[in-house]
C-alpha cells in the first residue's frame, strides 16, 4: 500500500530529494574548481563519496514520502531534527570544502 501524505515526514523526505541534487552539484562543481592542487585518489574519493552521499539521500527522501505516514508524532519530531542535522553537516562539508586548499 502506497499512500503519500506530506506531514513533517513527507517534508523531511522532499527536503532530502532537493538537498541530495543540489549537494551532488555543489560538489562536483567544487571538486572541478579546487582540484587542481589534489592528488588523484583523493579526486577519486571525493567523488565517491559525494555520490554514496546524494544515492542514500535519494533513497531516504523516497522511503520517507512513501511511507512517512506510518509515523507517530516523536517519530515525526524526531525525523525533522535529523533532517536539520543532515543539512546542517553536508553544508559544513560544502563550506569546508570552499576553505580547502591542499
Known amino acids: 500500500m502506497i499512500n503519500v501524505n506530506f506531514n513533517l515526514v513527507g517534508l523531511s523526505g522532499l527536503a532530502y530529494l532537493i ?6 552539484a555543489l560538489k562536483v562543481t567544487l571538486i572541478n574548481r579546487k582540484s587542481r592542487n589534489w592528488s588523484h585518489f583523493s579526486i577519486i574519493v571525493e567523488i565517491f563519496l559525494s555520490v554514496l552521499a546524494t544515492t542514500m539521500l535519494l533513497f531516504v527522501g523516497t522511503i520517507l514520502i512513501t511511507y512517512g505516514w ?18 546542517y553537516i553536508s553544508v559544513k562539508d560544502i563550506l569546508m570544502l570552499l576553505g580547502r586548499t591542499k
Not at 538537498?19 to 551532488?24: D, E, H, M, P, V
Not at 517519530?75 to 543539512?87: A, C, E, H, R, Y
Open 70 to 87: 506510518r509515523f507517530d508524532p516523536m517519530m515525526q519530531l524526531g525525523q525533522l531534527f535529523q533532517t536539520i542535522l543532515v543539512i
Open 19 to 24: 538537498w541530495s541534487l543540489i549537494y551532488l
